[in-house]
T-cell receptor, first 112, second 112 residues
Framework: GDSVTQMEGPVTLSEEAFLTINCTYT??????LFWYVQYPGEGLQLLLK?????DKGSNKGFEATYRKETTSFHLEKGSVQVSDSAVYFC???????????FGTGTKLQVIP | DAGVTQSPTHLIKTRGQQVTLRCSPI?????VSWYQQVLGQGPQFIFQ???????GRGNFPDRFSARQFPNYSSELNVNALLLGDSALYLC???????????FGPGTRLTVT
């Protein structure tokens, strides 16, 4: 079945540091890939998406590229801010319906 | 426009009891999905409904059931509650044919 593996946290960075959160997946067919973010006490928000190989999703300074050859979708940001502190989930959707398979989440803490 | 809404926000139940959770999708969204998020884990897919019909079901026991109403709102029912059912229950809505799911804030269920 489908699965998503992402690096374990927590990840602690200083403000303005470079961020990478690794994500790899296993899926049948050609899944769509997502990064969701969950701020403390809030629900999930879609951060970015990519629907086919070599697509790059981007939003709010975050980027991720759909790499079919390595089955990866790593999240990057050049300069993190304290406000980026949250839990980040890598996810995929495959098949004809809306089931999304999530990774276990990576907690990011950015310190001033 | 209002986002996905869920009620109640929190509730506490005793083992063996039954619970009903409610979700109202974004206006115009006909698809509703339910997820269970245990503390420290990623959300797990429970059900998807579209146009009042079940489109997909995750690996959950028959104690979990759901339905969708003509106005596209949805209810999730859980019977014979177990301690392990304690979790955040998330509802998501989407437009058919799109990749994005929009999540509500969730209902925090505690079983004692």
């Amino acid at each position: 079945g489908d699965s998503v593996t992402q690096m374990e946290g927590p990840v602690t960075l200083s403000e303005e540091a470079f961020l990478t959160i690794n994500c790899t997946y296993t899926a049948t067919g050609y899944p769509s890939l997502f990064w969701y973010v969950q701020y403390p006490g809030e629900g999930l928000q879609l951060l970015l998406k990519a629907t086919k190989a070599d697509d790059k999703g981007s939003n709010k300074g975050f980027e991720a590229t759909y790499r079919k050859e390595t089955t990866s979708f790593h999240l990057e940001k050049g300069s993190v801010q304290v406000s980026d502190s949250a839990v980040y989930f890598c996810a995929l959707r495959s098949g004809g319906y809306q089931k999304v398979t999530f990774g276990t989440g990576t907690k990011l803490q950015v310190i001033p | 426009d209002a986002g996905v809404t869920q009620s109640p926000t929190h509730l506490i139940k005793t083992r063996g009891q039954q619970v009903t959770l409610r979700c109202s999708p974004i206006s115009g969204h006909k698809s509703v999905s339910w997820y269970q998020q245990v503390l420290g884990q990623g959300p797990q897919f429970i059900f998807q409904y579209y146009e009042k019909e079940e489109r997909g079901r995750g690996n959950f026991p028959d104690r979990f059931s759901a339905r969708q109403f003509p106005n596209y709102s949805s209810e999730l029912n859980v019977n014979a509650l177990l301690l392990g059912d304690s979790a955040l229950y998330l509802c998501a809505s989407s437009l058919e044919g799109t990749h994005e799911q929009y999540f509500g804030p969730g209902t925090r269920l505690t079983v004692t």
